[in-house]
């Protein structure tokens, strides 16, 4: 292969990895994992979550012994209720990645009611527009055009740092 090729190759890879690098993982709760807070001292993961800016295609990666714990996705009653009989979505495997498809507040408890009791739960926030309650066709058409001119836009990104990488590789620029 020659040099020119390897150049070109090289940057479809750097390309590849921007186009899809969007959204960032974080561990909840850090090295502690999901878990209950022992320690009278230690933050919980209100304090954690609040720490951190979240966004729409970021995700949560929720580390706990499975034969111990789970996460519970919920509304906000049954966050302020500790209801573990009420969720959205159940996940139990121990290594539980959850994607934040949308902006506005998720509600996370633990699937055991009395590690709930003991601060095991959670508020995260997503960062992003804000729509009403009341929201018409209008507005929810117009959040699908963001997302589409943001991919748009992206893509634009990713051809002109791919012509660049080119013009690089076969003129030596």
């Known amino acids: 292969m020659e040099n020119k090729e390897k150049k070109l190759l090289w940057w479809l ?19 502690m994992g999901w878990t209950v807070p022992n320690d009278l001292n230690s933050i919980t993961y209100n304090q954690w979550a609040e720490s951190h800016r979240f966004h729409y295609g970021d995700s949560l990666l929720f580390v706990y012994p499975p ?11 049954s966050y302020n209720s ?17 994607l934040l498809d949308r902006s506005g507040p998720f ?10 009791l003991k601060n095991e739960s959670m508020i ?16 929810s ?7 589409v001119s943001g991919f748009m836009a ?5 051809l002109a740092a791919m012509l660049l990488g080119y013009a690089v ?4 620029i």
């Open 13 to 31: 890879f750097v390309c590849l990895l921007f186009l899809l690098g969007e959204g960032r993982e974080f561990r909840v709760g850090g090295s």
């Open 67 to 77: 034969e111990k714990d789970s996460v519970l996705k919920v509304n906000k009653e």
């Open 82 to 98: 500790c209801n573990t009989a009420s969720y959205i979505k159940k996940y139990s495997d121990g290594n539980t990645v959850i």
């Open 107 to 116: 509600y996370f408890i633990s699937g055991v009611q009395e590690n709930c």
């Open 124 to 139: 995260v926030v997503v960062m992003g527009e804000r729509s009403s309650s009341n929201s018409s066709p209008s507005s």
């Open 141 to 147: 058409h117009a959040s699908s055009l963001i997302r």
């Open 154 to 158: 992206k893509f634009g990104a990713f």
């Open 169 to 172: 590789s076969v003129y030596s």
